[in-house]
């Protein structure tokens, strides 16, 4: 792990990182959390993230696709960097207004790259790529802060999406010893 990464998930890690006692979404009690939108709020961690996220962007990527709600601040930060316009898809396309799953400009025929900030096993990013390609955008790769999933067990690979990630579980966990 190069120097800036490693600083970046030593510093994420210390940010994100809880001690106490937790109920996860699965039911079961944790001594430890992970607090993604600890790094997400802080306009300089926000920033170093996206930074490295930059390179990492498929060359042929013409729109950010920031899933909701995690990936929308990363992806406007990149946005920023890059001058590539952005996306907020929802998880469900709203049911009054305009009905759009995805805001902004008009996806089909367009590149779009998914933002995430963190994947643990790939659900909500597959939807949110299913769905899009349904209204017409081609979309081969997310793009992550952290990838969280434990190998064989991101399914992202079933529908043809590439996973791409700045830092790994295993970077945060090295970066906590």
Do not use: W
């Amino acid at each position: 792990m190069d120097a800036p990464i490693s600083e970046l998930a030593r510093d994420i890690d210390a940010a994100c990182r809880l001690s106490g006692e937790f109920t996860l979404r699965s039911g079961l009690i944790s001594s430890e959390y992970f607090d993604k939108y600890r790094f997400e709020t802080k306009p300089g961690l926000l920033r170093r993230v996206a930074e490295a996220m930059v390179p990492l962007l498929p060359t042929d990527t013409e729109a950010l696709g920031g899933l909701e709600l995690g990936g929308v601040p990363i992806a406007t930060m990149v946005s920023s960097l890059t001058g590539l316009p952005t996306l907020f898809v929802r998880k469900e396309a709203k049911p009054y207004g305009t009905r759009k799953l995805a805001e902004g400009d008009d996806v089909a025929g367009i590149q779009v790259t998914l933002i995430e900030d963190v994947i643990t096993t790939g659900g909500a990013v597959r939807n949110a790529a299913v769905a899009l390609r349904s209204l017409g955008a081609r979309v081969h790769t997310v793009v992550c802060a952290i990838d969280r999933s434990d190998p064989g067990h991101n399914i992202l690979d079933t529908i043809e999406l590439t996973t791409v990630s700045v830092l790994t579980k295993s970077m945060l966990d090295a970066a906590h010893e």
